[in-house]
């Protein structure tokens, strides 16, 4: 089944966020957050009814200080939650720290750019396609669902200079490996209304079963205006950060994610559900912005009074 904004025209009822401000947010910033303040937050955004929080990474302490401390923050996570917790991981050595632990999620992630593969990951396009092989099976072996993301879908210094094609192969080898999720990722934020149709209308007819959601940035400004061009794709998984906090660290200029409070905002105006309670996700922005000690980049969260 072929989708395009001519044929999808009704939006999606319901919405599922996935924060990734405690994860990729925190990755840029200097300052390293205690554990407690991070499970603090955490918490918080739980009892936010936000359905599924990234919670940490398993990277190199030396590159990634902000993430040392992913099994200690995992370990202090209640087991019962209704919040799916998630962890990034970006080779074989970091799923098999991240099965040690009780995180359900594992997010695995693919770089069509070979400059970007060889900054975020240490590999070549082609050494990562390898290993990935290897990390989503131990992963489901070890009774873990997997995300997946492709990064620089949309371009890497600007628009369509990673072809379509590129992009629509990649999610191929990541459907047949069996991720449960797939997100082409703005990694650098020069992805637009036009690419984000060029891009989703090559991979939705591969999809069958599994479910396809978006990870966008907010680097030039369009990141609700590509959420409003996915939903109308009948996209309906998107990862937001709480006041927009983050970028990337590979990535010169890079902003953060759109703003969970801001996405929350657009989302209930067109009376899109999600089960969010969004005054408590802004409250748990401006604590984070008064811990960081600068304002962050989200709209919303400001104009929230304090709780």
């Known amino acids: 089944m ?21 994860r990729e947010g925190l990755q840029i910033e200097k300052q390293i957050l205690p554990t407690k303040s991070k499970v603090d937050l955490i918490m918080a955004l739980a009892g936010a009814r936000l359905p599924a929080i990234q919670v940490a990474a398993f990277v190199h302490p030396a590159k990634m200080p ?28 970091g799923v098999e720290r991240a099965c040690r632990t009780s995180i359900p999620w594992i997010e695995v992630s693919l770089s069509v750019d070979e400059p970007h593969s060889l900054r975020n990951s240490g590999m070549t396009v082609a050494e990562a396609r390898q290993e990935m ?33 590129k992009v629509r192969e990649m999610a191929v080898f990541l459907l047949d490996q069996g991720v449960d999720l797939l997100l082409p990722a703005d990694t650098t934020g020069t992805a637009t209304p036009q690419t984000i149709d060029q891009v989703l209308n090559a991979l939705l007819p591969l999809m069958g079963q599994t479910p396809m959601g978006l990870h966008l940035h907010d680097t030039r400004g369009l990141g609700l205006v590509n959420v409003m061009t996915a939903l109308r794709l009948g996209i309906s998984h998107f990862d937001s950060s709480l006041g927009g906090v983050g970028g990337c660290p590979f990535v010169s200029g890079a902003a953060g994610n759109i703003a969970t409070e801001d996405t929350l905002h657009l989302l209930q105006s067109m009376g899109i559900e999600t089960g969010i309670d969004g005054a408590q996700v802004a409250a748990c922005s401006q604590r984070l912005s008064a811990i960081l000690g600068h304002p962050l980049p989200g709209k919303i969260y400001q104009l929230v009074p304090l709780i």
């Open 2 to 22: 072929k989708a395009s904004v001519e044929k999808q025209t009704q939006l999606p009822k319901h919405v599922h966020l996935t924060e990734v401000g405690l």
């Open 66 to 93: 902000q993430m040392a401390d992913a099994e200690a923050v995992i370990a202090r996570l209640p087991g019962d939650g209704n919040a799916q917790y998630s962890a990034l991981t970006l080779n074989l050595h």
């Open 133 to 165: 092989i290897a990390m989503v099976a131990l992963a489901k072996r070890n009774g873990r669902k997997v995300r997946a993301t492709i990064q620089c879908a949309f371009g890497y210094a600007g628009p369509q200079d990673i072809s379509v094609e």
